[in-house]
């Protein structure tokens, strides 16, 4: 394979997507995809600001067009917005840019209401935000901190600055499930979209998510009895599907890795604060890029390492929660790779 190739796997989907995690670190603790007391990367383990810029940088050369920075809470990494600066300039818009059509983060909002002017003049313009809850009580036990009021102060500003706005949440069974109409209802008075997404058994964590599996097919019968969802013909190549809620003038997002596949046309790969190539979110399939990036001719070892990534991605994922007390599928957890 030509050095400059495209990314195409061996049932010719055409990897354009990447998702790179900047951090394994978080300045929350969510019930359901960290212990309390998670055990954090050395952190010589982890990229270096120019490990992470370079290695983007080979991607784009590769035919990755849409980058989303995650984590972990990449917002509290502190040379992040450098590295956002960076990638920016590599957006086509930009002077001497071309290459990335699209530089995006996730992010839990904490640090939003400091960041949210520098991402847009980086030339990001549009996030996602995950929020599982608007009251701050259960926010506080579901996170295990009390910091609502600065998730809500962030997406002010997130708005305020330009970028749009779609809002995430983790349906969970006896914990937001009833509250989940009010939240869409907000988001989209708000003016942002809203995603909901089942949660998936990655990583060990306290409790038994089984306990918590909300099947999005409930919640839709649900708000199917309140309001009119018509299925919208809006695609992003990600794995949603979207209805347009008539009483809110929204669009709903539902990713439901559980109950419905989306492997078909999957056109993403995730690479962990590691440099450790995922080729599938729910499998275990890998490559080493920091070992690419830490040898004698960076730039051959990870194309060829990239080469490896698209023979290993296998055709779909096999994860389910389907029976109380099952280990989880994957031993990693969701900040390793970013969801
Ligand atoms: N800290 C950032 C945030 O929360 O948006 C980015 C990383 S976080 C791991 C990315 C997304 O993964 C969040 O929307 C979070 O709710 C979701 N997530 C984490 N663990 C999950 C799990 N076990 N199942 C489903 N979604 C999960
Ligand atoms: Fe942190 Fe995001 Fe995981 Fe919550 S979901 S603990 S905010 S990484």
Wanted: charged share 30%.
């Amino acid at each position: 394979m030509s050095t400059a190739s495209p990314l195409v796997d061996q049932f010719r989907r055409r990897i354009t997507y990447l998702r790179l995690s900047v951090t394994d670190r978080c300045d929350l603790r969510c019930a359901y995809c960290m212990p309390e007391r998670m055990t954090f990367l050395p952190r010589k383990d982890v990229l270096t600001l120019d490990e992470l810029h370079r290695l983007s940088l080979g991607f784009i050369a590769r035919g990755i067009t849409k980058l989303r920075l995650t984590g972990g809470e990449p917002l509290v990494r502190r040379d992040m917005i450098e590295l956002v600066r960076a990638l920016g300039r590599k957006l086509g818009a930009n002077e001497g840019g071309g290459g990335l059509e699209e530089l995006t983060l996730t992010t839990n909002g904490t640090r939003l209401a400091e960041f949210a002017d520098d991402l847009f003049a980086a030339g990001v313009r549009r996030i996602n935000v995950s929020l599982d809850t608007l009251d701050r009580g259960r926010f506080e036990t579901l996170a295990r901190r009390d910091s609502l009021p600065q998730v809500l102060d962030g997406l002010a500003a997130a708005k305020a600055a330009g970028l749009k706005v779609k809002i995430n949440t983790v349906a969970l069974k006896g914990i937001n499930e009833s509250e989940i109409p009010e939240i869409v209802a907000w988001t989209h008075a708000q003016g942002f979209d809203a995603t909901l997404i089942e949660v998936m058994p990655l990583g060990e964590v306290e409790e038994d998510r089984f306990d918590h599996y909300l099947p999005l097919s409930a919640v839709r019968k649900d708000l199917e009895r309140r309001w009119q969802l018509t299925p919208s013909g809006h695609r992003t190549g990600g794995p949603a599907r979207y209805f347009d809620v008539a009483e809110t003038g929204g669009r709903l997002g539902l990713i439901t890795p559980l109950t419905q596949n989306f492997c078909e046309g999957c056109n993403r790969i995730r690479v962990t604060a590691t440099g450790r190539l995922y080729a599938c979110l729910g499998g275990d399939e890998q490559v080493d890029l920091r070992a690419a990036l830490r040898s004698d001719d960076p730039e051959a070892a990870l194309d060829r390492a990239l080469d490896t990534a698209m023979r290993i991605k296998p055709e779909r994922h096999h994860f389910a929660i389907d029976r109380a007390g099952a280990q989880p599928a994957l031993a990693r957890h969701m900040s390793m790779t970013g969801g």
